[in-house]
């Protein structure tokens, strides 16, 4: 079972800037939408921003202007620079991959990492 493999997460002040990065266990075929997704304790799992292998991207209204997302087709290697980070964005952030288009709903996405920490303190 391919798994993708989050780094990057850990605490920063409000304000502050963390790149997460992601990176599938073995080759895969080049998925065609890898994204990230964040579950806020007690909350359900929200498409934070996602890319398609095309370079088309979505994003979270709340996160457009300060958060990036980029890929490296050649790796399956996907990023996430996120800026001015706020507290209510604690949560497990997640990186996905499906072979098809870029959906919101994480039911439709077929590769899942372990989740990597954010902590944005006050």
């Known amino acids: 079972q391919v798994q993708l493999v989050e780094s990057g997460g850990g605490l920063v002040q409000a304000g502050g800037s963390l790149t997460l990065s992601c990176v599938p266990s073995?080759?895969?075929?080049?998925?065609?939408?890898m994204a990230w997704f964040r579950q806020p304790p007690g909350k359900q799992r929200e498409l934070v921003a996602g890319?398609?292998?095309?370079?088309?991207?979505s994003y979270a209204d709340s996160v457009k202007g300060r958060f990036t997302i980029s890929r490296d087709n050649a790796k399956n290697m996907l990023y996430l620079e996120m800026n001015s980070l706020k507290p209510e964005e604690t949560a497990v952030y997640y990186c996905?991959?499906?072979?098809?288009?870029?959906?919101?709903?994480?039911?439709?996405?077929?590769?899942w990492g372990q989740g990597t920490q954010v902590t944005v303190s006050s």
């Open positions: 073995e080759r895969i075929a080049t998925p065609g939408t």
């Open positions: 890319v398609t292998s095309g370079g088309t991207t």
């Open positions: 996905a991959a499906r072979l098809g288009d870029l959906y919101r709903s994480s039911s439709f996405y077929n590769y």
